[in-house]
């Protein structure tokens, strides 16, 4: 059973854009939110998180949106660069646990 | 930027041979991950520590895999007898204290069993 879901598998937009990146969960003992941005060959890099207490997490460019009753979020990328063009992971965690479980992945490519 | 430092970068191992990987915690850091993540991009998580302490595992009914995190010393995964399927990015990671707090990566140990 897939506990978290990312869509779409792959966004295009052209620099400039905001770029939209979905993420949805199983688990409602989930509390806590990271997103990581991983580029080919490197290991994943914490941009953002939330954890469930809120709905908004604004840092630069990024913002998560958090819908604890619907159990999404969202990842919205603002004036989207090339140099943003990576795989992006939502992942989920409990604080019993701290082990994260991540989505498989959104492929962003930014059009110059 | 993480300051977690894995090692080596690249790893080549031939079936049946024995597969080591090193990782240190950003300083400060109690708590150390380990996960797998494969050709598709999917995580696996293996096992974390607190300090020397194992605080959870995954079944490794083969056995074939061990890790520990020794004091004043590197922490270790270790494969004991390589199969084409474990290669894979192998990521370590640290967190303060890894109840729902920032989890940093490494860059990975890139194992290929030929």
């Known amino acids: 059973q897939q506990q978290v879901r990312q869509s779409p598998q792959s966004l295009t937009v052209w620099e400039g854009e905001t770029a939209i990146l979905n993420c949805s969960y199983e688990n409602s003992a989930f509390d806590y939110f990271p997103w990581y941005q991983q580029f080919p060959g490197e290991g994943p890099a914490l941009l953002i998180a939330?954890?469930?207490?809120?709905d908004k997490k604004e840092d630069g460019g990024f913002t998560i949106f958090f819908n604890k009753r619907e159990k999404n979020l969202s990842l919205h990328i603002k004036d989207s660069q090339p140099g943003d063009s990576a795989t992006y992971f939502c992942a989920a965690s409990h604080t019993n646990t701290g082990k994260l479980t991540f989505g498989d992945g959104t492929v962003l490519t930014v059009k110059p | 930027n993480s300051k977690v430092i894995q090692t080596p970068r690249y790893l080549v191992k031939g079936q049946g041979q024995k597969a080591k990987m090193r990782c240190i915690p950003e300083?400060?850091?109690?708590?150390v991950f380990w996960y797998q993540q494969n050709k598709n991009n999917e995580f696996k998580f293996l096992i974390n520590f607190q300090n020397q302490e194992v605080l959870q595992q995954i079944d490794m009914t083969e056995k074939r895999f061990s890790a520990e995190c020794p004091s004043n010393s590197p922490c270790s995964l270790e494969i004991q007898s390589s199969e084409a399927g474990d290669s894979a990015l192998y990521l370590c990671a640290s967190s303060p204290t890894g109840a729902n707090t920032e989890v940093f990566f490494g860059k990975g140990t890139r194992l290929t069993v030929v």
């Open positions: 300083k400060g850091h109690p708590v």
């Open positions: 939330i954890r469930s207490v809120s």
